[in-house]
Structures are given as structure tokens and as C-alpha cells.
């Protein structure tokens, strides 16, 4: 039996380009720490530019010749996506990882985003498939490119694509609303493979999933619109079935930086229903693998964004 997969396993990344979302804090913050401290030019982006800030000490403290930087960068309005992907392709002629990283769970009222999309589906998928759109000519350029885009053990419960109420308007539910916002992003990860072999576009597009990891994401969505914090995902539950950030980031990294990770592959902890362990590969829900679904959602992500992506479209 080998062992376990963690950070030491990362190869060297000197020379490699690197762009991560929501990487101020939690799993986005410890991958790009870790990249970072392979040699990695990281390039760190979120919505809170002092915790921008305090990302980059955090690292530059512990790897002082790090190459890192921090943008400014916010998945819920495409205006600032679009900003942020022609800042960077001034700045470099070609990007090799992308990191699909950044969400919002759980809001217990609807909120939208500066487009209108339904809070989840406009920050977790749209804004993601937005960003790498945009990104694609530097990723062509990129050595051996990747995007990986994490997704959640959710698209498989009470996950649905469901396009006639794609933004929940009329009857809104929290879980069910992150629920299809990470299946469309598992989504995006096969049907990204699909069409990058079908056009040549050089990418290994994979995704994963960090279990049940102690994150700021389990508070910060879920107290949207309160007066106190919520404590919702507190207690004996979080403490038997859960992991540290620097463990639930681990797929990422693995999904990111390892030779073996797969095209279209999906990568998960191994313990407690995938709550915690050991990286290995992940369980895809049959929902994630429906071609048909895949190819309609890329269509009706397209009209969203107001933009097409090149090459020729794949038949289900």
C-alpha cells in the first residue's frame, strides 16, 4: 500500500504560472501556500483586498523569495472578471494552472449578484466559466495547462441541472441551489476535457473536492443576512467528521500538480463518506456524466455571459 499523497509530493514548479480564486483564506489560501513554496508564481485573487493583504505576508513570511501577488478579483459580477482576466494577460503571456477555487454556500435567504444570477450559481459556476473563458488564450499558451475546479460531494445530493428555474425565482432553497451550482461546475470540468480534445486546445481540465473542511465557507455563507453568525456547522459533527484547511486542500493540490492526476479526473478524501483522509479519487454522481445536460448547460452559459467560446461545439 503506498502512502498517503501530501504536500511533499508536489514537483517542482519553478517557471509555472499559477492563478487561484478565493485564495485569501481556507483551501485557496493553503494551496496557494503550498504552490507558492514549490516555486509556483501564484497569483492569489478574492473580493477583500486586506485580506489580500494579509494572504501575502502569511506567505512571503514563511517562503520570503516567494513569487506571489494578490488581484483583486470578485466571481459575482462579470465586469470585475473581465477586468481581472485583461490585467493579467498584460501582465503574462501565458498562464499553466488556473484553480477554479472560490464559493459561497448555503445563504439561507436569496441573494443575486451584480448580473442578477442567483447568488451560487452566479459565483460557484458562472463566474468560474466566465474567468476561464476569458483566460483560455493564455492557458493555450501555458506548458502542459491545467484547470481544476472544485466541486463538492453535494452535486451528488438533491443535485439537478434545473433550467427552468435556473436562478431560483420562484421558489428558492439553499441546499438545492449549492447543490446544482457544484454539479455545474463538475460539469464544466468534463465538458472543458471534451471540447479542449475536440479542438486541440492542450488542456488537462480535472476537478475535485476538499470533504468536509474547516473553512470559513461553512459560516460566512450561511450568516449572509443575520445579526449574529450562524452555528450551523458547528459541534460533535464538525469535530469527528471533519479536517483542518491545509488536509481539505489537498485534492486541490493533488488535481493541480500531480503526474498522475487523469483528464477529467475527480479527487476526494477517502474516509467517513468522503468527509476526511487520504486524496484518491472521488465518486462522480450519475448526473455529473450526462453528456446531453453538459453540452445544454454550456449553450445556456454562454447567453449568460454574453460570450461564445471558439472551436467547434461537441454533439451529446
Not at 191 to 209: F, I, K, P, T, V
Not at 277 to 298: F, M, Q, S, T
Request: aromatic share 8%; glycine share 10%; hydrophobic share 40%.
Amino acid at each position: 500500500m503506498s502512502a498517503p499523497w501530501t504536500t511533499r509530493d508536489i514537483p517542482p514548479q519553478q517557471g509555472r504560472v499559477a492563478v487561484i480564486t478565493g485564495a485569501t483564506s481556507g483551501i485557496g489560501m493553503e494551496a496557494a501556500l503550498a504552490l507558492a513554496g514549490a516555486g509556483a508564481n501564484v497569483v492569489l485573487t478574492g473580493r477583500d483586498d486586506a485580506k489580500g493583504e494579509a494572504a501575502l505576508k502569511r506567505i512571503r513570511a514563511q517562503y520570503p523569495r516567494a513569487t506571489v501577488r494578490y488581484a483583486h478579483l470578485d466571481l459575482a459580477s462579470l465586469a470585475s472578471v473581465a477586468a481581472f482576466a485583461e490585467q493579467f494577460s498584460r501582465e503574462h503571456s501565458a498562464l499553466d494552472l488556473l484553480i477554479n477555487n472560490a464559493g459561497v454556500m448555503v445563504p439561507p435567504t436569496r441573494f443575486t449578484t451584480r448580473d442578477g444570477f442567483e447568488l451560487q450559481f452566479g459565483t460557484n459556476y458562472l463566474g468560474h466559466f466566465a474567468l476561464t473563458h476569458h483566460l483560455l488564450p493564455a492557458l493555450r499558451a501555458g506548458k502542459q495547462p491545467r484547470v481544476v475546479n472544485v466541486s463538492s460531494g453535494a452535486h451528488r445530493m438533491l443535485a439537478a441541472i434545473h433550467f427552468d428555474d435556473l436562478q431560483w425565482e420562484r421558489r428558492y432553497q439553499p441546499w438545492r441551489a449549492y447543490a446544482q451550482s457544484k454539479l455545474a461546475l463538475l460539469m464544466f470540468a468534463f465538458e472543458l476535457q471534451r471540447r479542449s480534445d475536440a479542438n486541440g486546445w492542450g488542456l488537462l481540465s480535472d476537478a475535485c473536492h476538499p470533504g468536509y473542511a474547516r473553512t470559513a465557507l461553512q459560516t460566512s455563507g450561511p450568516s449572509l443576512g443575520r445579526a449574529t453568525p450562524s452555528q450551523k456547522f458547528g459541534g460533535p459533527l464538525r469535530t469527528l467528521l471533519s479536517q483542518s484547511a491545509a488536509d481539505g486542500a489537498l485534492p486541490t493540490l493533488y488535481a493541480a500538480t500531480s503526474p498522475d492526476a487523469k483528464k477529467a479526473g475527480y479527487y476526494g478524501p477517502q474516509n467517513a463518506f468522503e468527509m476526511k483522509g487520504p486524496v484518491g479519487e472521488a465518486k462522480i454522481g450519475k448526473e455529473a456524466r450526462d453528456r446531453a445536460v453538459a453540452e445544454r448547460l454550456w449553450k445556456v452559459s454562454e447567453q449568460l455571459i454574453g460570450a461564445q467560446w471558439p472551436g467547434t461545439a461537441l454533439a451529446a
